[in-house]
């Protein structure tokens, strides 16, 4: 049975999440991007460099953390 998260630990992921969400917002002005799937990859792999995980997140959590789906032909 998975553990469930109690209150403290779920403030704390949404506070991971909005800082991970307001970082892409700032990538998106400085790279003049729209903000879509292939513009959250982008960001991932820039954020995730050599096969390192972001705040805990791979690759592709992170796309679908922040563009809600995935780049055509991604997997």
Same mark, same amino acid.
Request: overall charge negative.
């Given at each position: ?7 403290? =630990? ?11 969400? =307001? ?7 400085? =790279? ?42 991604y997997d």
């Amino acid at each position: 049975m998975p553990k469930k998260n109690s209150t403290n =630990e779920k403030y704390w992921d949404m506070r991971k999440k909005n800082q991970i969400k =307001e970082e892409y917002e700032a990538y998106l002005q400085e =790279e003049e991007r729209r903000s879509g799937p292939d513009s959250a990859q982008l960001f991932a792999i820039k954020k995730i460099a050599g096969g390192n995980d972001y705040h805990g997140l791979k690759e592709r959590d992170l796309i679908l953390l922040l563009a809600g789906d995935l780049p055509y032909m991604y997997d």
